[in-house]
């Protein structure tokens, strides 16, 4: 089995990206994870050596580290390039969810849970934040944003609860559900808004066709009662 100090604190192995100077990135609005994964060997075993020991839990764990910092790459350079295209957003999305497959993997090996709890928690946790943040740019996804915000606060696991300390999340994490709960109720509101605007459309609709039918019904009555009417040329008069 693999030693277990090969594995390094997960609040030491971490590297803040600088925010984007463009005012107009998302991040300034809707806060994302910033911190790229950092694994340094802390045993004094070199890295040759290290691969003969790897399993199904090892490689699930690179896999993890490696898919969320290329993901967090992609997540970054969309930020500062304001790239919200719906090609560009479909692909760091599912580079994250690759995240989560290979963490799930993690989590299906009989490993102790003292010795990648603290990775599978900081990586689990990222990527629904920045998933979140991804998904707030999307009108037609804000309530799946909300669901990995949420995702984040469901289980309160010793793990999640020190991670949102250490990066000092709580409060950013609360900002943005405060700011995705406003999106969904001008959402709401719009959606009301236009509902009502079809009704009374709607309504405008039926009293025109009701009058148009009223003036046919009325018009075969009189036809009716005077068949000759139609017909019926008035002389001129001196």
Known sequence: GAPSSFFPSAKKATSSIPESTNPHSPSHTFYMFRHALIVTATSSEAVIDEITWM???HIGFWTAVLTYNLSLAYHIQRDYECDKSEANCDKILKFYQKTLIAVQ?????RQPRSLLS???TTITMSVFMNMGA???DDEGKLEK?????????KKKQPEQEAFLETYHLRDRLLTNLFLLQERLAEKQRLETIKEQQRKVQLKAWEDEYYQHFKQQQQQKKTDSICPNNRNLIVPRTA
């Open 118 to 120: 603290e990775y599978r």
């Open 55 to 57: 399993d199904d839990t």
């Open 145 to 153: 944003a909300k669901h990995c915000l949420d995702m984040m606060l």
């Open 134 to 136: 991804i998904l707030f």
């Open 105 to 109: 993997q993690i989590s299906n090996q």
